[in-house]
């Protein structure tokens, strides 16, 4: 699930085309190789402009929570491009087209129920304020290494309905 807070017509939006060979049509699937298409996951971009699953990347698989996104160093030669998914599960479009639309550009504020209440080791816990990287199935979790990449900031956590409220930043800078 994700809503945006923020104006819609403040943040670009990009369709790119679906890399198919890790898709699943499973909606509970948690298998970390298996790319789920809904709204509020993230994904990374290929080499080749198309979407895939972070945790899919061969050169950056690792442990749940420092996914593909935890080798940015910011300078441009080894940063990777995550995205926030718009589409919602479900949508026939993006079957028919084998595209799916991305918030590309820009920061924005939304609730989303995509996180991880705890960091990959466990040593932090998802707050107010948290900096925020992506984990490899594309929910949000605590950033607690460096050189992984700050997607955004915890800004609300409510625990009852499962959803927290974050910004997220528009810039490709790791923690350090």
């Known amino acids: ?3 945006l807070i923020s104006p819609l017509s403040d943040v670009y939006r990009k369709d790119y085309e679906i ?3 890790y898709l ?3 909606p509970t699937s948690s298998d970390a190789t298996k790319m789920i298409i809904e709204a509020g996951r993230w994904v990374q971009l290929t080499t080749s402009g198309k979407i895939t699953h972070i945790g899919n990347q061969a050169a950056n698989a690792g442990t749940a929570g420092v ?3 935890s080798t940015s160093t910011g300078d441009g030669s080894t940063s990777e491009v995550v995205v926030q998914l718009w ?3 479900g949508d026939y479009g993006v079957q028919a ?3 799916a ?5 820009g920061s924005y504020e939304a609730t989303t129920d995509m996180y991880v209440a705890t960091s990959a080791g466990g040593s932090k816990a998802m707050a107010i ?3 925020l990287t992506v984990d490899e199935q594309g929910k949000l979790v605590v950033a607690d290494t460096a050189g992984e990449m700050i997607v955004g900031q915890c800004t609300k956590l409510d625990s009852t309905a499962g959803t927290i409220n974050f910004v997220r930043f528009a810039s490709p800078y790791p923690l350090q």
Not at 101 to 105: G, K, R
């Open 1 to 3: 699930m994700l809503k």
């Open 19 to 21: 890399d198919t060979t």
């Open 24 to 26: 699943t049509t499973n």
């Open 67 to 69: 996914g593909g996104v």
């Open 87 to 89: 589409n919602d599960k």
């Open 97 to 99: 087209l084998g595209k």
């Open 101 to 105: 639309t991305t918030l590309f550009l």
């Open 129 to 131: 304020g948290a900096l």
